[in-house]
């Protein structure tokens, strides 16, 4: 049960807020109650507005590979905001963010940074658009790629059709402008292209869906894609805001070896900062202004806060066996899960990637939206209050991934791991 100061805030902001918060999932409607307000955060742990202490697998939803306030980045943050906040002006930390980018994703040979991932992804199509001189884009239902209106949609009536809008205020001649296929359907792509190949700028995706929950890609179906695109001229493009430098150092594309036309980055690439970053094949980017006649610019993006923090995290997740440990605590938190949903005698198929993971509460495996869509939400409601209330902070969404940190030590798994068999014992 959410505690009694942060009922008392969520109620204040419910009054200045639309549903008491700045992103609607935040707001627990889909897990029932009310959120937990957080005051601050420290390694694995956050502290809610009453004092007590939570585990965290939120992190801020993918950022904080590193844990909360590690003080390398404290350290770069202060000291970049001792210089100033912001200047409108170019600066040496984002040239050396960008070259490190460049390094640790090869298929990135320029870039643009932005203030947010959906940003990124904008400015990614549209210069998609201005380089084919097609109108056309090609997402999969279940992937989320930010707010731009002609991303906010579902599938229509066939599993090749033009999309329908998810949210009013989206003109259905601008979702008009998407055509939305089933994850992991090699044959519905095959076909699209085979149909409408000509017209196509570009195939977004998340490589590996976090939107959905956690959902891999099947074998080859990456592959297939960069193929498919290839034939017909479209661009591939990768949606890495949450994978990049989360599954691995050079994100999914260096896990599954698949070289995309353009990426988009963030959340990690901002140690937690607002940052975004599109990129990719140099004769692509050069299209964009002021070199090329794809327009594209925000006030703060490159930001010498932003920058500090992104390129401290960089460096600290470069250092060697960092992934390998980060796997062994991932793989010891799934573990705990699937055995306590085993001896509880719930149906439970937990997904992971890396450092990103599920427990979809249904037999699964989960291969798409139809597949994730057969949930059973309610029980998932009723397990992520069990978890709160042994303090354990879960995403509270079905639908969403957890994230695991480098700071989730031996204690803390331990303590998720009791948590998690508590809760599934009081859901069976």
Known sequence: MTDSTSRALFERASRVLPGGVNSPVRAFRAVGGSPVFIQSAAGAWLTGADGTKYVDYVGSWGPMIL???????????????????????????????????ARLMPSIEMLRMTSSGTEA?????????????????????????????????????????????????????????????????????EALFAERGSEIAALILEPVVGNMGLVPPEPGFLAALRAITAKHGALLVFDEVMTGFRVALGGAQAKYGITPDLTCLGKIVGGGLPVGVYGGRREIMQKVAPLGPVYQAGTLSGNPLAVAAGEATLKLIERAGFYDELEQKSARLEKALVDAATAARVPLCVQRVGSMITPFFVEGPVRSWVDAAKCDTKRFGTWHAQMLARG???????????????AHDDAVLEKTAEAARAAFASVA
Request: hydrophobic content about 50%; proline content about 6%.
């Open 121 to 189: 992804v904008m400015g990614a199509l549209r210069v998609a658009r201005g380089f084919t001189g097609r109108d056309l884009v090609v997402k999969f239902e279940g992937c989320y790629h930010g707010g731009a209106d002609y991303l906010l949609v579902k599938a229509g009536s066939g599993l090749a059709t033009f999309g329908v809008p998810t949210s009013a205020g989206v003109p259905a001649a601008i979702a008009g402008t998407t055509i939305v296929l089933p994850f992991n359907d090699v044959a519905a792509a």
């Open 67 to 101: 844990g909360h306030a590690h003080p390398d980045v404290v350290k770069a943050i202060g000291e970049a905001a001792a210089r100033g906040s912001s200047y409108g002006a170019p600066t040496e930390g984002e040239v050396v963010m960008a070259e490190h980018v």
């Open 392 to 406: 354990v902070l879960w995403p509270p969404a079905q639908f969403e991934a957890a994230f695991v940190s480098i």
